[in-house]
């Protein structure tokens, strides 16, 4: 190697110093404090001018009294929030049940055995019905008619809520059951058709049978694909939850309802649906950063 050679080596392209953002990484940096700070301009700007417009309203006086009342308010959320863990038992209750339920109809959906057929028969019924039907009505159905047929006579307590065997603290949870297992089934169906059928003949030229590769290749990666969907299932049963209190169970909506009749305010309401959000909220939050975090891990992208 002559002495050029060597000088050639020696004037390379500068290293990185470690902790030094590079051009690109410092205009992209610069651009993303930048949107930041529009964004957050034009937000502050249109919700000033929303309340602004509110308050400024001739019935806006009325309105606060009656929805937003801060005595009223003061006094009705502690109490409202010692019920939120009815409405927290009762989801409880229901989910392990709604998925269990949910997953048996979406295998029966998918069945490819032609002696099975039946069941795909009572799947495709089953939740065609319950989507079709409004929960609230399947409550009442359930609810109130049910308990008219005395299956069983007697006291029978029920995962801690007490009561007889047709209390609504059994029916309500069980209409609840019945009409999301619909949706979950099909969240189910839908992530086990996507699925590759490229999956299922590599498990079978393994001789893996038909069940092995159900549960061994199949459900694991159709579980996996469909939690952000699941989970915004869920979400909407923490608030229907609030639909039982139509069978007379007492709970956050129900205690509201209760105080807003005897005061002729309407802030309790506004309470109750406090709670709700922040209940729900973090929820939402935790769903989002789980889809961000599956987008980016499965396709590199990162949704902001």
């Not at 051009?23 to 502050?44: C, F, G, I, N, P």
């Not at 159905?141 to 801690?160: A, M, N, Q, R």
């Not at 109750?272 to 590199?300: C, H, M």
Request: hydrophobic content about 45%.
């Amino acid at each position: 190697m002559t002495e050029h050679d060597e000088g050639a080596d020696n004037v390379s392209a500068p290293s990185r110093v470690p902790g030094q953002l590079t051009r690109r990484e410092q205009w992209l940096r610069r651009r993303r404090r930048r949107s930041a700070t529009v964004a957050l301009a034009s937000t502050a700007l249109t919700f000033g001018i929303v309340i602004a417009v509110v308050t400024g309203s001739s019935g806006w006086p009325k309105v606060k009294a009656l929805f937003f009342d801060p005595a009223r308010f003061k006094d009705d959320f502690p109490e409202l929030l010692g019920y939120l863990w009815v409405d927290v038992k009762l989801f409880l209750q229901c989910a392990p049940l709604i998925i269990i339920w949910g997953m048996v109809i979406a295998l029966c959906r998918n069945t490819r055995n032609p002696v099975l057929f039946p069941l795909r028969v009572f799947a495709a019924v089953y939740t065609d019905f319950f989507r079709g039907v409004p929960v609230i009505l399947t409550i009442y159905l359930i609810g109130f008619g049910i308990p008219k047929l005395k299956l069983i006579e007697g006291d029978v307590h029920f995962l801690g809520f007490g009561g007889a065997w047709n209390s609504p603290y059994l029916w309500g949870p069980i209409a609840l059951v019945l009409a999301y297992s619909a949706y979950v089934a099909e969240v189910f169906r839908a992530g086990i058709e996507s699925v590759h059928e490229s999956q299922r003949a590599g498990a079978r030229s393994l001789g893996l049978s038909q069940t092995q590769t159900l549960r061994h290749v199949v459900l694991p990666q159709a579980v996996r694909r469909v939690i952000p969907p699941l989970m915004n299932d869920f979400l909407s049963l923490q608030k229907d939850v609030a639909l039982l209190s139509i069978l007379g169970i007492v709970e956050v909506f129900r205690r509201a309802t209760s105080i807003k009749d005897k005061t002729f305010n309407f802030t309790p309401l506004v309470a109750a649906a406090v709670i709700f959000l922040v209940l729900t909220i973090p929820e939402t939050r935790l769903v989002d950063w789980y889809t961000n975090r599956q987008r980016k891990r499965t396709s590199g992208t990162v949704i902001t």
